[in-house]
């Protein structure tokens, strides 16, 4: 796991913060964000689904952190890998926000969606106030609901 931890890649960074969503999960209700920033984190995660939605890919890029670009260097790159491991996100049928948690300059911001299968997810997003006062998307972590919406 040091190995990993201590890792400069881009993909080793990118599963740290998976680990780290994971175990942040569980600490979801703590601090509920309020506010501003609760209005901004969540124009943020709308504005990049709805840019999935009409195929605005220059705008969906735009809301990722700038570690995500790191990662992901081109647009086609970053959408490549969200329509083949976040499908239910880049076209949902609907989604409704749920709790939320603030810690310093990073939110957990939880989000339940429903693809156009009626399987229903639960979507965890991390978010990191940049230095120009914006939020940006740093990881999601996406869990399957059992059953499917009415």
């Known amino acids: 796991m040091a190995g990993v931890y201590a890792s ?4 080793g ?3 740290i913060t998976v680990l780290l969503t994971c175990v942040a999960f569980s600490a979801l209700a703590d601090e509920p964000l309020q506010g501003e920033d609760r209005a901004a984190v969540r124009d943020v995660i ?3 689904i709805q840019a999935f939605r009409v ?4 705008s ?3 809301f990722a952190a700038p ?3 790191e990662a992901f260097p081109t647009e086609e790159m970053f959408i490549t890998m969200v329509r083949n ?3 239910p996100l880049y076209r949902p049928v609907s989604y409704t926000f749920g709790r939320s948690s603030l810690d310093d300059d990073e939110v957990l911001q939880e989000l339940l969606v429903t693809d156009a299968n009626r399987q229903l997810w639960q979507v965890v997003y991390t978010l990191v ?3 120009d006062k914006s939020w940006k998307i740093t990881n999601v972590m996406m869990l399957p609901y059992k059953g499917i919406s009415a």
Do not use: E, I, N, T
């Open 13 to 15: 960074r990118l599963l």
């Open 46 to 48: 709308d504005g990049q």
């Open 8 to 11: 400069k890649s881009p993909l």
């Open 85 to 87: 491991q976040y499908q």
């Open 67 to 69: 570690s995500v670009r």
């Open 129 to 131: 106030r940049q230095q």
């Open 60 to 62: 969906a890029y735009s």
């Open 55 to 58: 195929d605005d890919h220059q």
